[in-house]
């Protein structure tokens, strides 16, 4: 922290900030950022008549960034018409977050902050991985695509080769469309784990129901189970 200078980058985001098209707030911004190898890049507010396209000061940082070569933010100052320190908005931490990660730092009329205590519990490129890495996500066939969220997935144990495994079945539920295609939609293939058949459901409907190797059912849907199925699976 000790290592930034942060009158410098003050500085350009107060230079930037002149240049802002603000003519409907007057609320000119301008922020200026250190990128991991040593360049300084640096954006202003840039309004519009449709005001919900308006491209905040950060923004234009990263716009800056990738344009001139990429890298990492390590560090930002973002600057009100006063010259005075400003807080990135939610939108923009979330941006920050994205091109500098939790130990980029901000500029404060305090002490600067970590993104990681602008933007607590942020989403990141983790989250996405949690679920399209090792892990496919379970597709719905596009010919059944509109029956998403409707009917219901019934899990099941069954044997194959003498092993237990589970499979699965989505049924068309009573009081859906009428002179639609009616019985079973779609039918599973077998897993060893009942989990992996719960989240092929998940994937087609929020009701699914597990029933195990003594006939007993459960509820492994969303919400409360109903009155008709009391337990829930797990």
């Known amino acids: 922290m000790s290592d930034i200078d942060w009158a410098r980058l003050r500085a350009a985001a107060t230079d930037a900030m002149r240049h802002a098209y603000a003519p409907y707030s007057t609320f000119p911004v301008g922020a200026a950022a250190l990128v991991d190898d040593g360049r300084v890049v640096v954006g202003c507010n840039v309004e519009n008549a449709a005001y919900g396209v308006t491209l905040c000061a950060e923004c234009g940082v990263v716009s800056s960034l990738h344009a001139t070569g990429g890298g990492r933010l390590v560090a930002l100052s973002c600057v009100d018409a006063t010259g005075e320190p400003l807080m990135p908005c939610g939108r923009c931490r979330q941006l920050l977050w994205e091109h500098g990660g939790p130990e980029c730092l901000i500029e404060t009329k305090g002490d600067p902050l970590r993104m990681a205590e602008l933007l607590p519990h942020a989403f990141g ?48 539920s009573a009081g859906d469309d009428a002179g639609a295609e009616t019985g079973v939609l779609e039918e599973a293939p077998s897993w060893d784990d009942p989990a992996e058949a719960i989240t092929w459901g998940m994937a087609r409907t929020p009701r699914v129901v597990v029933v195990d190797e003594t006939g007993t059912i459960f509820w492994a849907g969303e919400g409360e189970p109903p009155a008709e199925i009391p337990v829930r699976w797990g």
């Open 125 to 172: 490129v983790e989250d996405l991985e949690a679920v399209t890495g090792e892990t496919p996500v379970p597709v719905v066939p596009e010919r059944l695509a509109a029956w998403r969220g409707r009917g219901t997935v019934f899990v099941h144990a069954d044997l194959s080769a003498g092993q237990q495994v589970w499979t699965a079945y989505w049924e068309r």
